[in-house]
């Protein structure tokens, strides 16, 4: 079994920052990488952010200069520090991780429950 958690999310002013978490525990042999992900009410979940094993980031144009994707390797965590907020940022953001579990040894996606992000005045 294997679990995502994630954290940090919540109400905040245009403008704003907020900093997401996502713990991810079980039993894992390794991580290949981690990422946020969003769905907005009647859209399709996009990705956000990831960061690989190494370190290497990749943003959605939509976020780059106002979003930080960083993790922890050793507390197998992932955050996502977010600045200069807009409404149009206003969604659940879903904590993403491939992995490969000592019962399933193959390279595969696991989901976070999700976090609401809403910004508003």
């Known amino acids: 079994q294997v679990q995502l958690v994630e954290s940090g999310g919540g109400l905040v002013q245009p403008g704003g920052s907020l900093r997401l978490s996502c713990v991810v525990s079980g039993s894992i042999v390794s991580i290949i990488s981690m990422g946020w992900y969003r769905q907005a009410p009647g859209k399709e979940r996009e990705l956000v952010a990831l960061?690989?094993?190494?370190?290497?980031?990749t943003y959605a144009d939509s976020v780059k200069g106002r979003f930080t994707i960083s993790r922890d390797n050793a507390k197998n965590t992932v955050y996502l520090q977010m600045n200069s907020l807009g409404p149009e940022d206003t969604a659940v953001y879903y904590c993403?991780?491939?992995?490969?579990?000592?019962?399933?040894?193959?390279?595969?996606?696991?989901w976070g429950q999700g976090t609401q992000v809403t910004v508003s005045s």
């Open positions: 960061i690989n094993s190494i370190g290497t980031t």
């Open positions: 993403n991780a491939v992995m490969v579990l000592t019962s399933r040894p193959f390279r595969l996606p696991y």
